[in-house]
């Protein structure tokens, strides 16, 4: 059994930066790919970025270049880094995951932008 666990949400103001962290309770250096997704309120999941085990990275359209997602191997970690966020970024963001045929999800985070 693998566990995700997010961290590194929070309200901050539009504009602002948060980093969001997902720690891993097994190497990640096994997974096919690895993901952000979040859910707004009253709004259907959606995908935010993935990052595959090539390091290769995909971003949905409204990203517009303001994340990064990243991972450490060595500390079992993804990461994703946001920039001048905007209120309409609220949501609880999940990280996810594939490996060996199975999908894990985490419990998520909260991320309010509002001033």
């Known amino acids: 059994q693998v566990q995700l666990v997010e961290s590194g949400g929070g309200l901050v103001q539009p504009g602002g930066s948060l980093r969001l962290s997902c720690v891993s309770s097994?190497?990640?250096?096994?997974?096919?790919?690895m993901a952000w997704d979040r859910q707004a309120p009253g709004k259907q999941r959606e995908s935010v970025a993935v990052?595959?085990?090539?390091?290769?990275?995909d971003y949905a359209d409204f990203v517009e270049g303001r994340f990064t997602i990243s991972r450490d191997n060595a500390k079992n970690t993804m990461y994703l880094q946001m920039t001048s966020l905007k209120p309409e970024d609220t949501a609880v963001y999940y990280c996810?995951?594939?490996?060996?045929?199975?999908?894990?999800w985490g419990q998520g985070t909260q991320v309010t932008v509002s001033s």
């Open positions: 097994r190497s990640i250096f096994s997974f096919n790919y």
């Open positions: 996810n995951g594939a490996r060996y045929g199975s999908e894990y």
């Open positions: 990052i595959t085990a090539g390091d290769s990275t």
